[in-house]
């Protein structure tokens, strides 16, 4: 956490480094400005990725859960919910997933893609649905311009407020390559974590009217810090 703190003062500038394992960002309404940028850990292209996520609300409309964009490549990786649909892309290809209705409620959503077979796979809180194929064989640049909240139609930009999500993001975790299913279940528990974005010491930029709130909810997994747990149980 110093080390982070420090390394931030000397190259990030203005950008925060935080441990979030208490926290959500809280995106009050719609808009076309309010999002989150996240920094990786380091610059570096891609050929396998996993990113991980909590997500809570209430939006039926269409809504951009995360956005990946490089230079002239808006859709790098990509993953929108048009209920019942998950729609994820992988530079510029989409694939459409079917999946079950959905109850209002947090729900832990990752999506992988491996460059080597071009398989992709969507999990559902802890359910995999059946895998498609798109891009094989291609990278993900290294100019990453990675964002919560709105959906990239250029590189850090061409937000529209209709795809923008609306409700509380956390947990987010983002790798290099792709995570077995055991992996999987570690992130949902808690103690997998990501190498390339990590919530535990995420490099982050809030744009707009987005708001760090503390979470607000208990179950097993859930319970990250022990004094979310004191203030909940006691
Ligand atoms: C990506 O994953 C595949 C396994 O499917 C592995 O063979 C390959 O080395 C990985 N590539 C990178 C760059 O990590």
Same mark, same amino acid.
């Given at each position: ?6 390394? $931030? ?12 394992? =208490?926290?959500?960002? /809280? ?7 309010? +999002? #989150? ?21 209430? $939006? ?13 490549? =808006? ?16 530079? *510029? @290809? ?5 999946? =079950?209705? @959905?109850? /209002?409620?947090?729900? +832990? ?12 796979? $969507? ?18 640049? =290294? ?6 909240? *709105? ?14 999500? #609306?409700? @509380?993001?956390?947990? #987010? ?13 570690? #992130?949902?528990?808690? +103690?997998?974590?990501?190498? +390339?974005?990590?919530?535990?010491? /995420? ?32």
């Amino acid at each position: 956490m110093k080390l982070c703190i420090l390394l $931030l003062l000397f190259i990030m500038g203005t950008l925060s480094c935080e441990d979030m394992s =208490d926290k959500v960002f /809280l995106f009050p309404g719609p808009s076309a400005t309010a +999002h #989150v940028i996240l920094k990786p850990e380091i610059k570096k292209s891609l050929k396998n990725i996993t990113i991980c996520l909590r997500s809570y609300t209430e $939006l039926t409309r269409e809504y951009c859960l995360f956005s990946m964009a490089t230079p002239g490549v =808006d859709n790098a990786f990509l993953i929108l919910t048009k209920s019942p649909n998950v729609i994820m892309y992988a530079l *510029q @290809e989409d694939r459409t997933f079917r999946i =079950d209705p @959905e109850a /209002l409620a947090w729900k +832990h959503t990752c999506g992988t893609w491996d460059s080597n077979t071009g398989v992709m796979q $969507l999990w559902v809180n802890g359910k995999l649905y059946p895998r498609k194929v798109a891009k094989k064989g291609s990278i993900i640049g =290294d100019e990453a311009s990675i964002i919560l909240g *709105q959906d990239q139609d250029t590189f850090g930009g061409g937000f529209d407020a209709g795809q923008s999500f #609306v409700g @509380e993001i956390g947990d #987010v975790h983002m790798w290099d390559y792709t995570l077995t299913p055991d992996e999987i279940k570690g #992130v949902m528990s808690g +103690h997998v974590k990501g190498n +390339h974005i990590n919530w535990n010491s /995420l490099y982050y930029d809030i744009k707009g009217n987005v708001l760090v709130q503390p979470k607000l909810y208990c179950k097993s997994w859930e319970c990250a810090s022990s004094t979310v747990k004191e203030s909940i149980v006691g």
